[in-house]
């Protein structure tokens, strides 16, 4: 049966064009995948077909059927010895889409059968996905949000399946001003090789409350939340069983950031598609080819708590788990009180899950608030971020299991007010609490406090004063209570519209592994537009942190200025560049947050686009520390010398290094395509990304050879 599937195939795309919404795809290409000492190559077939109908003007069916179908070889280059390999992947789905005035549908669901064999080892895996959304917002009445998703993965050969599940419901009512909700949530976590069944039951209610008066003078923003969660966990093998348990996560966060000790020159940004709950809808941010390494993935908790692993959940193009792992991609770990300064977790490993498709970094336990991850390297196929998770691990004893429960409170009040045109004031405070009570174990609590007042007053039209001071009180799990303190004084001056300048002091007093610091820093910032085609920012200051308990004290000095000029019509240059200098005499470098003795960076690009046919980027770096110093370079190169853009190359060559650890990354791409026409395409694509630390490289080579036909 599954043989006839593509044959099926074929003859539905050669009546496509009969039937209105119905298309179709087919590609035949030679692949060869080169894994440092192993490769395989053979041919690979791929059959799409497509129906995209709308039945009314509000509502749209789609269902598609994807097929594979892989004849090749593997070989040891080593001692060249080779055996046959196969694979072949069916894939069937669809989705429904409603959409009215007051009610929203949606319906997706596909089925996974991915089988193979090499030499006399077998593989088969089956995916099942279904994911549902529905909004309906009846007026004058409470609007309804209902939201389910399961994937279930099954391996015959290792007997393995992991199945996740999860449902919520949620009711809102705006009445004035003030919206009240109440929610249902269900979320179960089961695998059978792993031995734990995992289900959690949570009902909770929450307010928010908004105000403003005509003009903005006065606002008021308010909210409110109480969630109770009932906790299963269960061991269904005969020894003790190690449960993953998630993390509440506020908000998830990204940036792209070549110095992740110190976020303040390139702020993280919230990205509420990271944490969504839809693991295999991509980002939009990449690993693969025409990724980049220092990209931050992180979360804030909203409050202190353990985390012990961060997962980075990737999909192909497609949507669909990665076919040849996740290439050579390597993890750091970051932890932070006030999502600005940054120390790095020690006992980082690095690991691929196939079934799941997902980088796991593991890491020794720790209380915090805000984690992060940073790739160095990339993957040699396509592969886009879907979800960021975090996790801590319980033990549960063999064949038996634990209930329990947990309370989470959460509350914010902001106001602002604005006297007079030239005053503004606002204060901002949030409470977040958790209580943990499970029969075998000691109650667990943790209690944040945060209360932030900001004053901003314009002394004349090009002069302004702003003062601001953070507090920060938190009582963790079985630690001492911990406070954190900012004030912050800032002068502005903006004496043109092109043109402004910030001198800032403040002083942060914090808790750090239960050693209290302070850290004192004097900056000046600039930002400005001396001509239409030159722009610039500057940023430099001092930094002096002390540290109480001990006669020692750290000192940073640091310098970041980046231009960007047109040249011509068709040049632009960018110059950056970052200058640091630390020193300590701290015996406790654990505690010091103040970055590496010496770190300097500066990079060069060139961007040359003299007309459509054809774009150059370069870009050249010297990077140097006390450990290490070397030169990053890029080339990228896109030409279409023939009108219409009937062939395309494109190319890209580039070399990173880390001076922080010791890590080197190359990478190689060159890629030419040829569209006949607007029905048959010709594309070959070769990738070589290989990752290098203390002379030990992971190397990663594809070729593909590609012939598409669309009807």
């Not at 429904?96 to 088969?124: A, M, N, P």
């Not at 999860?166 to 001003?177: E, I, V």
């Not at 008021?220 to 449960?243: F, H, P, W, Y």
């Amino acid at each position: 049966m599954r043989r006839l599937a593509p044959l099926a195939l074929l003859l539905l795309l050669a009546h496509a064009a009969l039937a209105d919404g119905l298309s179709g795809r087919a590609l035949v290409s030679f692949q060869r995948y080169d894994f440092g000492d192993t490769a395989q190559s053979g041919l690979r077939q791929s059959y799409h077909l497509d129906l995209d109908r709308a039945f009314t003007g509000t509502s749209r069916l789609r269902l598609f059927f994807r097929a594979e179908d892989f004849q090749g070889s593997n070989e040891r280059l080593a001692t060249a010895f080779t055996v046959q390999s196969r694979s072949r992947q069916y894939q069937p789905a669809g989705e429904l889409v409603v959409d009215t005035d007051t009610l929203r549908l949606l319906l997706r669901g596909d089925y996974l059968d991915d089988s193979g064999q090499t030499g006399s080892v077998e593989t088969d895996r089956t995916t099942e996905r279904s994911f549902m959304n529905l909004r309906w917002d009846p007026f004058g009445l409470p609007s309804l949000m209902l939201t389910a998703q399961r994937d279930a993965t099954k391996e015959q050969a290792t007997r393995a399946s992991g199945t996740d599940e999860s449902a919520s419901a949620l009711l809102q009512y705006p009445w004035h001003g003030l919206t009240t909700s109440a929610e249902g949530r269900y979320v179960r976590s089961a695998d059978r090789l792993a031995g734990y069944d995992r289900s959690t039951k949570s009902y909770g209610a929450g307010a928010a409350y908004a105000f403003a008066t005509r003009g903005g003078r006065f606002s008021v923003n308010a909210d409110a939340s109480a969630l109770r969660s009932d906790i299963d966990e269960r061991s269904t093998l005969g020894t003790d069983t190690i449960v993953p348990v998630p993390v509440q996560i506020n908000r998830a966060v990204f940036g792209a950031d070549d110095t992740p000790g110190d976020d303040r020159d390139h702020p993280l940004s919230t990205l509420a598609t990271l944490r969504d709950g839809d693991i295999n809808t991509s980002t939009g941010i990449s690993l693969g080819p025409d990724g980049a390494s220092f990209q931050n993935f992180g979360f804030d908790i909203g409050r202190t708590d353990r985390v012990d692993e961060v997962r980075i959940i990737v999909r192909d193009a497609a949507g669909n788990p990665l076919r040849t792992g996740g290439g050579p991609v390597t993890w750091d770990a970051y932890v932070s009180d006030d999502g600005q300064l940054w120390r790095p977790l020690g006992g980082v490993q690095n690991t691929f899950d196939d079934s799941r498709s997902l980088y796991s970094i593991t890491f020794d336990p720790v209380l915090a608030r805000w984690v992060k991850v940073v790739n160095f390297g990339v993957n040699s196929e396509p592969a886009f971020v879907t979800e960021i998770q975090g996790f801590s691990h319980r033990i549960v004893p063999a064949g038996g299991g634990r209930s329990g429960e947990q309370q989470t409170w959460n509350g914010a009040l902001t106001v602002a007010v604005r006297p007079i045109q030239r005053l503004n004031v606002v204060y901002s405070g949030a409470y977040s609490a958790l209580h943990q009570d499970y029969a075998a174990f000691a109650t667990v609590e943790s209690v944040s406090v945060d209360h932030l007042a900001a004053i901003e007053y314009a002394l004349a039209p090009r002069w302004t004063v702003r003062g601001q001071v953070a507090l920060r009180d938190v009582h963790a799990f079985d630690i001492e209570g911990e406070r954190s303190d900012t004030r912050l004084a800032a002068l502005d001056y903006a004496p043109t519209r092109h043109l402004q300048m910030t001198a800032e002091a403040s002083t942060q007093t914090q808790t750090l592994l239960g050693i209290p610091n302070t850290i004192d820093t004097v900056a000046f910032r600039a930002y400005g537009q001396a001509l239409r085609s030159l722009s610039f920012t500057l940023d430099l200051g001092v930094q002096d942190q002390t540290i109480e308990g001990e006669p020692a004290s750290a000192r940073r000095t640091f310098l970041n200025l980046s231009t960007n000029a047109r040249l011509t019509r068709t040049t632009r240059l960018q110059l950056s560049g970052t200058h640091q200098r630390a020193v300590s005499d701290s015996q406790n470098a654990a505690v010091v947050l103040l970055g590496a003795p010496r770190d300097d960076r500066l990079y060069a690009e060139l961007i040359w686009q003299p007309g459509r046919p054809l774009l150059v980027n370069t870009r050249v770096g010297y990077v140097s520390t006390d450990a290490i110093s070397g030169i990053t370079q890029r080339v990228r190169v896109e030409w279409r010398p023939f009108g219409g853009g009937t062939v395309s190359l494109a190319g890209t060559w580039d070399e990173d290094i880390d001076p922080m650890s010791d890590r080197r990354a190359r990478r190689v791409i060159f890629s030419p395509r040829w569209a006949m026409n607007r029905f048959v395409t010709v594309d070959l694509n070769y990738t070589a990304v290989a990752t290098t630390i203390r002379s030990t490289t992971d190397e990663q080579k594809t070729l593909f050879a590609t012939l598409t036909v669309t009807r």
